[in-house]
């Protein structure tokens, strides 16, 4: 894979274009190293605290959010108009249950950063550090929000991570 090394926000449309379908994938290294990959629809992408941030979003009852909450490192990799049915998948089934990535045929290569693994035959690529979390917290939340998206009351946690590598191929 020929990496094109790329400021932060420079394909923040084409980002943009992937949410909230057909998505993007969150990859975290679980224990042993072993590379987890999930489908995200929701991401933001901008500078706190003066440093290029991404935050991804992660419901306590999926697979992921065990593995985010002791990762120390995570990646977004975002396809541009291919990898839709693979996408799909991921975002159908739980790592807890299946091996997603052999499942389905990806495949997934070291990122840049140690201990960062990416999906390859993506188009855009965020290399990430996790700085913070926080959870969305029901009383400070609109109700039609809380309706449309969270009747289970499963809440997310918003896991920012410093952007440490982004490029294209």
């Known amino acids: 894979m020929t990496r094109k090394k ?3 926000f420079e394909r923040f449309a084409d980002l943009c274009g992937t949410m909230p379908q057909p998505g993007a994938f969150l990859t975290v290294e679980g224990p042993g190293g072993k590379p987890n990959v999930m489908t995200i629809g929701w991401a933001c992408l901008g500078v706190l605290w003066g440093e290029p941030v991404m935050e991804v979003l992660v419901r306590p009852s999926r697979h992921t959010f065990g593995l ?3 990762a120390k ?3 977004v990799s975002a396809p541009l108009g291919k ?3 693979k996408l799909a998948f991921c975002g159908s089934r739980s790592g807890r249950d299946i091996d997603k990535i052999e499942a389905c045929g990806l495949r997934v290569s070291p990122g840049v950063t140690k201990g960062v693994s990416v999906v390859e035959g993506c188009d855009l690529y965020y290399e990430c550090e996790l700085v913070h979390k926080t959870q969305v917290v029901k009383e400070n939340l609109r109700k039609d929000f809380i309706k449309r998206y969270y009747e289970g009351e499963d809440f ?3 896991f920012a991570g410093r952007i440490v590598e982004s490029y294209s191929v």
């Open 6 to 8: 790329m400021a932060f």
């Open 68 to 70: 985010m909450e002791k």
């Open 73 to 75: 490192h995570f990646s």
């Open 83 to 85: 990898l839709q049915k």
């Open 156 to 158: 997310h946690t918003i």
